[in-house]
Nanobody, 117 residues
Framework: QVQLVESGGGLVQPGGSLRLSCAAS????????MGWYRQAPGKERELVAS???????SYVDSVKGRFTISGDNVKNTVYLPMNSLKPEDTAVYYC???????????WGKGTLVTVSS
């Protein structure tokens, strides 16, 4: 059974940094396509960053240059360091695992990031 557990969220001032973690069990992060999504109050969930099983990364324009997605095969964890945070980054951040060439996907329960002074 695949489980994804996010951590690292919290309250941070504008301009600050956080690092989100997504610890996976039941399947390897390196064998799957991994993504970080976020959902702000009253808004639809959006893809923030993704990394394929081949290591290719992509980002939504609003976070390019500030967020970086990476995976640790030993710890079976995907990270999302976030720098220069803005109030508009406030959201619940979710981790998703998707098997390559498959519709099978798994979600974590999310971690709340609040950027406020």
């Amino acid at each position: 059974q695949v489980q994804l557990v996010e951590s690292g969220g919290g309250l941070v001032q504008p301009g600050g940094s956080l690092r989100l973690s997504c610890a996976a069990s039941g399947s390897s992060v390196s064998s799957n396509n991994m993504g970080w999504y976020r959902q702000a109050p009253g808004k639809e969930r959006e893809l923030v960053a993704s990394i394929t099983s081949g290591g290719a990364t992509s980002y939504v324009d609003s976070v390019k240059g500030r967020f970086t997605i990476s995976g640790d095969n030993v710890k079976n964890t995907v990270y999302l360091p976030m720098n220069s945070l803005k109030p508009e980054d406030t959201a619940v951040y979710y981790c998703k695992m998707r098997r390559p060439f498959s519709a099978v996907e798994y979600w974590g329960k999310g971690t709340l990031v609040t950027v406020s002074s």
